[in-house]
């Protein structure tokens, strides 16, 4: 390998390293701010949510000239309203949860996905990653068997957040290579524009002063995680760039620490530190 082809892969892999930071501040900052607007109904929150991404998404998909509608319609549309699904759980379980406890709960999607893949795609898992998914569910029960502060409900919610978060990966897998993932996500965000508005009309709450530019930032963050996430796995090898997701819980975290004053248990941080690990470990180990 010459000294050049070196350096341009060092410069490479640095801009991948950046861009999944940038990712994943700015999922951290949504999620935040998502537990910041815990006194408006959910469903006015994930109509805010979905809005913003909406007008960036569809504007991008009309200068890039790409048909909007895509071809596995029906699909996408399974996807956008289990994805909503999934959404919902999640910003409701903030309620109930230190936010970087349930990031770092929600992050069991994956395990769930595997799961669906073995029956539903007929797809195989390794000896040593069923061992790793049972290690991932030990760190959920050392959070919630030894840490009496993790409420019950806001636990429940976030661990159906992340089934119905392992279905829509599948289903994402389903639709393979034939939609756009900008026209993939652009059904989800019109589907949580529309049944976010609809079910929000009777329980709405008018924001006021800088609650509307920070309900109407979680629609720019949110989308901007996405592109640049999407940037980072595209100039990358896979195997380094996914673990670098789980950067997202040590800013929760660090945010929530600072910001709400959460207080994390040793056993807290023992069982999010064992799911984590567990997933990383089970990324590098099914890429191998």
Sequence with gaps: MSRVTLQSQIKTVKKAILYMIISTFSFSLMNSFVKYLNHYPTFEIVFFRAIGSLVLGTA??????????GNSRK???????????????????????????AVSLRYLAPIYAAMFAVFLLKEKLKPIQWFLFLFAFAGVLVLKGFD???NTTGLLLVLAASVFSGLVYVLI????????????????MFTGTVIGGLLSINNWINPEGMDWLI???LGVFGFFGQIFMTKAFQIAKTNLVAPLKYIEVIF?????????????????????LMIVAALVTN???GKR
């Design 60 to 69: 991008l998909i009309l200068i890039k000239g790409i048909p909007i509608f």
């Design 75 to 101: 699909l996408m549309i399974y996807r956008a309203l289990v994805g909503l699904t999934a959404m919902s759980l999640f910003f409701m379980s903030l309620q109930y949860l230190p936010v970087g406890t």
């Design 148 to 150: 009496q502060n993790i």
């Design 173 to 188: 897998r389903k639709i393979g290579n034939s939609d756009h993932p900008l026209v993939i996500v652009n059904y989800f």
């Design 215 to 217: 309900l109407l930032s």
């Design 252 to 272: 929760t975290i660090m945010v929530g620490i600072f910001w709400f004053g959460d207080i994390y248990s040793l056993w807290s941080l023992l069982g999010i």
């Design 283 to 285: 990324v590098l180990v």
